[in-house]
């Protein structure tokens, strides 16, 4: 049977993420909590691993249930800041800006979040996709792939690139618990895939290698006219305004319609 997995949110932008056993969808269709705050420089560009590797020096954790973020330097020291009091915000900002020599400030958006499609939804990926990616690489693990690829919505309990059917023309839909969705598009990638999660450093050929391979397991029940490059894995989803507001839990089932 198909079920939810798991549930990822990025509280930060860039930095990690967290699982969660639920989420509420936001009246905005994203997930509560997910890019729910941001650095950004003077210039208003926000920072994140696509702009500097030096994302991959911090190890951050959230909770929830109280806005407090721990932020982890390789030296061993941890800095706390409950990012729901806006005093607590501007000194994570100076913080964050003495230790990426960038003058920062960390804003919130807890309607929608700062994800990159904003006026799309979550992240959809199967865990056999997480398996069947790493095995295309010597050392590589699905757990490494997880953090590469930062999907918020984990399936499992069907085949590889299952999240692959659900864009192009005819595309069924899919419904979690209550919440439907549908996909609106494939994600391409951009370098953050190639770094290990941990240290940055970047896997050799990585990309060449993901398109070989892709291109050699593209499955049968996915509209290649849907995907603009096969550097691309994970589905960008949308969810009915009818269905904000509603709760996904982990361990849910998942059903195809259409």
């Known amino acids: 049977m198909a079920n939810l997995a798991g549930l990822r949110v990025y509280p930060v932008k860039g930095l990690d993420g967290v699982a969660v056993e639920g989420a509420d969808v936001l009246d905005g269709g994203t997930l ?18 696509k702009r500097t590797d030096r994302v991959h020096d911090l190890t951050t954790d959230f909770e929830p249930e109280t806005g407090t973020l721990a932020v982890a330097t390789p030296d061993g020291e941890t800095q706390r800041f409950v990012l729901d009091q806006e005093q607590e915000r501007e000194r994570a900002a100076t913080w964050f800006s003495d230790f990426f ?9 807890s309607t929608l979040g700062f994800v990159d499609r904003r006026e799309l939804g979550p992240s959809v990926v199967s865990t056999a996709t997480l ?41 069924p839909t899919f419904r979690i618990g209550s919440v439907g969705f549908e996909g609106i598009k494939p994600c391409g990638r951009c370098v953050v895939p190639e770094r290990d999660p941990d240290t940055g450093e970047r ?7 993901f398109v070989e391979r892709r291109e050699e397991t593209f499955p049968v029940w996915a509209d290649a006219d849907a995907f603009e490059h096969l550097y691309s894995v994970m589905l960008i989803a949308g969810v009915p305004e009818s269905d904000r507001g509603q709760r996904l839990r982990v361990g849910d089932d998942v059903t195809v319609h259409g």
């Open 131 to 171: 398996r069947e990616i790493a095995s295309w690489f010597e050392n590589l693990t699905p757990e490494s792939v997880r953090r590469r690829l930062r999907a918020n919505i984990e399936i499992d309990g069907v085949p590889a690139f299952w999240e692959d059917r659900f864009v192009g023309e005819d595309a």
């Open 32 to 49: 509560e909590h997910d890019r729910e705050f941001a650095l950004f420089d003077e210039d208003g560009d926000v920072l994140n691993g």
């Open 101 to 109: 020599g960038i003058d920062l400030t960390l804003k919130r958006d």
């Open 203 to 209: 896997l050799a050929d990585f990309r060449e290698r």
